[in-house]
């Protein structure tokens, strides 16, 4: 793909403000549309040099070979940081590095592993749940999916939720999403922190609710040294293998919130496309039930089950790759540098468009067909690692890929063979992207009970 000419686009003031407009409501929609054909696009958006880069081959160029010489953008942090502070997705060189050195951890597989038990448990109740339903009642699959995620973030995290509002956690994390639209577009103009847009207060009181109750936590077990299995004593006792250095208190609070974050609602997005999916290929949800019930023997699924459904496990990376949670990375170049022929300068930008690398033309045949077979063992050797990339690239790859990736496993294997779930006739969802992708209004789909 690298051979390809670039194609430069500068948009004139009018398509701009429109640029603008779109890019608070759905961030996809100013994609220049090249850049499901192009290897690399041009563009100029407010005076700034923009390169949306869907090659492979350059991105590894970019977020690999030259990961010191990139940062992530003023918008990208104007969005995140204040709710998720300095944690370990908002953190840079040396900060990020250190932080990444002691979380590293906590996330190998034994430690991820043990916390099987806890999504089964969690899954369990949203299967129950979902059986006390009348045959034909309409649920909005993406409020179930961000429950189940939720209990399990907050059992896993921080051995349970005690006095937390879930509900009012819920609505915190959606208030920050959608601020972050306008945060990232105000910070795109230069216009000064205070700004006000809709829905900041909204968001601020959301984050500090969500800062104060990991801050209670954090605190009570750093002054009384309890410890429970979960990943706020792995962090609280963790430490920097070249320094031996922990994290601070503030560091705990960041990290757990990030988790938070990120971890909860990009895998209940995943899992919400994915029974979307399903529903419209029976065939392929034909495969995955005869695989948890041949690796079950028709039992209850258990932790120990969940290493085996390989099938299951390609279903949800497609998913992944028709709908990614996260629809694209977006950097600051600190530092110049060639990407293949073309000279990226100090203040440029790279953008990696994932939804248009995981459907771009000239990497997958019939790129909009669901079709898990692409993630056979064979055919992922055959291809370039980054054309899939919806957890990152490079150094920075998100440190919970693993934990999200069980945790999907486990939650679709519990709910599926109990629920079937139908899309309305006709329907066809529109992904919005605000920091996620979710669908627009949301995922309402029928109940309908296997057994």
């Not at 977006?330 to 990696?352: K, S, T, Y």
Request: aromatic share 8%; proline share 7%.
């Amino acid at each position: 793909m690298s051979d390809a000419a670039i194609l430069t686009r500068t948009p004139t003031r009018l398509q701009t403000l429109r640029l603008l407009r779109q890019a608070v409501h759905n961030p996809i929609d100013i994609w220049p549309p090249e850049v499901y054909n192009l290897p690399i696009v041009r563009d100029n958006f407010l005076g700034i040099p923009r390169y949306y880069i869907s090659d492979p081959a350059l991105i590894q160029t970019a977020f690999v070979d030259n990961a010191d010489k990139l940062h992530k953008s003023d918008q990208m942090r104007r969005a995140l940081e204040p709710a998720l502070g300095q944690g370990i997705l908002t953190a840079e060189d040396d900060r990020w590095r250190a932080q990444r050195r002691v979380a590293a951890p906590v996330f190998r597989p034994a430690h991820v592993d043990s916390f099987l038990p806890a999504m089964i448990a969690a899954a369990r109740a949203t299967a129950t749940h979902w059986q006390s339903l009348p045959n034909g009642e309409e649920i909005e699959v993406g409020h179930h999916m961000m429950h189940v995620t939720f209990d399990i973030i907050l059992e896993t995290m921080l051995s349970g939720k005690g006095n937390i509002d879930t509900d009012r956690v819920e609505q915190s994390v959606a208030d920050f999403l959608k601020s972050a639209g306008w945060a990232a577009v105000l910070a795109a103009l230069k216009a000064p922190k205070w700004t006000p847009f809709p829905g900041k207060a909204r968001a601020g009181r959301g984050r500090q609710y969500l800062r104060d109750i990991v801050t209670e936590r954090a605190t009570l077990r750093r002054r009384t040294g309890e410890r429970h299995d979960d990943l706020l004593s792995l962090l609280l006792d963790a430490k920097d293998p070249e320094t031996g250095a922990g994290f601070s208190d503030t560091n705990i609070v960041d990290n757990i919130l990030t988790f938070i974050g990120a971890g909860h609602e990009t895998t209940a997005l995943a899992l919400t496309w994915t029974f979307y999916l399903l529903a419209k290929h029976p065939d392929i949800e034909a495969r995955v039930l005869a695989e948890i019930a041949e690796v079950t023997n028709g039992a209850p699924l258990e932790a120990e089950h969940v290493a085996d459904l390989t099938y299951t496990g390609q279903v949800i990376k497609e998913s992944m790759r028709v709908y990614s949670p996260v629809s694209q990375i977006g950097r600051e170049v600190m530092q110049g540098f060639m990407l293949g022929p073309h000279q990226i300068n100090q203040g440029d930008r790279i953008v990696v468009p994932i939804h248009a690398v995981h459907h771009h033309k000239l990497l997958w045949d019939a790129p909009d067909v669901f079709d898990p077979d692409r993630f056979a063992p064979d055919a992922v050797k055959s291809r370039h690692r980054f054309s899939w990339l919806p957890f990152g690239a490079g150094p920075r790859i998100c440190i919970g890929m693993q934990f999200a990736l069980l945790e999907a496993a486990a939650i679709l294997a519990t709910l599926l063979p109990a629920t079937r779930l139908h899309a309305r006739p006709g329907y066809v969802p529109v992904p919005i992207s605000r920091v996620t992708t979710r669908p627009e209004g949301g995922m309402h789909m029928t109940v309908e009970h296997r057994r």
